[in-house]
């Protein structure tokens, strides 16, 4: 029996070699970060309300489904049409990635996990 109370989530092999880097639209985010997020692994992210937590996790998703890399968003606490809404207003249109099947929003109630 686990330790945990918190199910375990194990990702889907992904084939790919790990020097590989998504590169996103901020070219200085992506040296403070190492050069960018190794391709094929998650990255939870973290902070206070209104820290930019989505709109940093949009650019990343967003950077990969333009380089034809398929991404997902897990909201938790924000609902899909407001994600895409607060997007919009700070100039991240998701609804074309979305429309081509590149991106995919998806709400999580923590209290359902």
Request: with cysteine; net charge neutral; hydrophobic share 45%.
């Amino acid at each position: 029996m686990p330790n945990s109370a918190f199910p375990q989530f194990r990702a889907a092999r992904v084939d790919c070699a790990l020097q590989e880097r998504t590169i996103g639209a901020q070219a200085a985010f992506a040296r403070m970060i190492g050069g960018g997020i190794e391709f094929g692994t998650s990255l939870p992210i973290s902070g206070q309300a209104g820290t930019g937590k989505s709109t940093l996790a949009t650019m990343l998703a967003l950077a990969a489904a333009d380089r034809g890399v398929p991404a997902a968003l897990f909201l938790f606490e924000e609902r899909e049409e407001v994600l895409r809404a607060r997007s919009a207003g700070v100039g991240l249109d998701i609804a074309p990635q979305e429309a081509a099947g590149k991106l995919r929003l998806q709400h999580l109630d923590p209290a359902e996990i």
